[in-house]
C-alpha cells in the first residue's frame, strides 16, 4: 500500500499518492513467522515487513510473498507493522541484529527511513522495496522497488471516468476518498488523477477528499460524512476497493443509487471490487496487481548473488483496466 516514486535522487521527494486496520497486536520487532528450514548454510533468509493487514489486496500480497517464499526455498522471516512506522523500523532492526541476508518492506508512508537504511547499509544487508516508493537522501540505501505506479494509475481512473461519462456535457462534482495520509498510493494516485483532470477536464470539480485510511469501514464513515456535507455529489474516486465499498453501503443509507446515481471508479481489483462492479455499483477499476511475491523472491536472489546492479531501479507489475461490463466474465478467473 508511492512521475511516481521518482528513484529517489538526493533530496528527490517521491510524489504521490493504503492503509489501515489492525490486526491482533504482536511485537513489530519478532518474526510472525517463518517459510523453510533455518538449516543449512546456502539458503537465503528474507526479512520481510509487512505494512499490515487492512484489505483484501494486502491479503492477498501476503499470500504471495509467503508463498513464493516457500517455492523459492527462501526462509522468510515475516513481521506486520499493523499500519504503524514505527512497528516496520523495530522490525528491520531485528532484522539486522538477526543477519539476515536481505530486507524487504512495504513502507507505510514515504518519509523517515534514512536512519534505519543507514543501519542496514552499514550492515551489509541490501534492502528491496515492495508495493510502495520511499524519499530518501541516498539512493544507494536500497537496490530497487517490486510494485506498481500508482501516478499512472491516477491517470488511469481519470481515463476510465472519461469512458464512464462519455458524452455528458457540463460540470461534474467529484469526491475522493483518499488513502492513508503520508502514504504513497495516496499522494500519487491523487496527483495522476489531477494531472488529467486539470489538463484535460475544467468542468470537472474535486468538491471534497478525506482519507478513508484504505479500509472499508472508513470509506463508509467518511462517504456518510462528505454526503451529509454535500448532497451533490455525481461521482466518487475511490483511492481503494475496500473504501469504494464501505462507500456504497453509505451512499445507499441515503437513499441514492452508487453506480447510478453517483458513479465509481476504483483502485485495485479485488475479489469484492469485481462482485460489487458485476452488480452495477462500482462503474470501473483500475488494477494493481498484489501478486508480486515472484518478482520479489527473484529480485531476492539476484540480489544475494551479488548481481543486484544488474537489476532495473524499479520492476513494474503488469495491470488491466475494467469496465463494469467486463466485471462478470472476468470475476471467475480474478486470483485475489
Partial sequence: MIDRRSFLTAGAAVSAAGILAACAKKDPAKSTGSTGSDTGSKQIVLGFSQVGSESGWRAANTKSVKEAAAAAGINLKFSDAQQKQENQISAIRSYIAQKVDVISFSPVVVTGWDTVLKEAKAANIPVILTDRSVETSDPSLYVTLVGSDFEIEGERAAHMLEKVLAGRKGPVKIAQLEGTTGAAPAIERAKGFAKIMNASHPEWKIIASQTGDFTRAGGKQVM????????????????????????????????????????????????????????????????????????????????????????????????SDFMADQAAAALPSRKY
Fill in 224 to 319: 456518510a460524512a462528505l454526503l451529509q456535507a454535500h448532497s451533490d455529489i455525481e461521482v466518487l474516486f475511490s483511492h481503494n476497493d475496500d473504501m469504494a465499498i464501505g462507500a456504497i453501503q453509505s451512499i445507499q443509507a441515503a437513499g441514492k443509487t452508487p453506480g447510478t446515481d453517483i458513479k465509481i471508479v476504483s483502485v485495485d481489483g479485488v475479489h469484492d471490487g469485481f462482485v460489487a462492479m458485476s452488480k452495477g455499483q462500482i462503474n470501473a477499476i483500475v488494477e494493481c496487481n498484489p501478486l508480486l511475491g515472484p518478482q520479489l523472491m527473484d529480485a531476492v536472489k539476484t540480489v544475494h548473488a551479488g548481481k543486484g546492479s544488474t537489476l532495473p531501479r524499479w520492476i513494474k507489475t503488469k495491470e
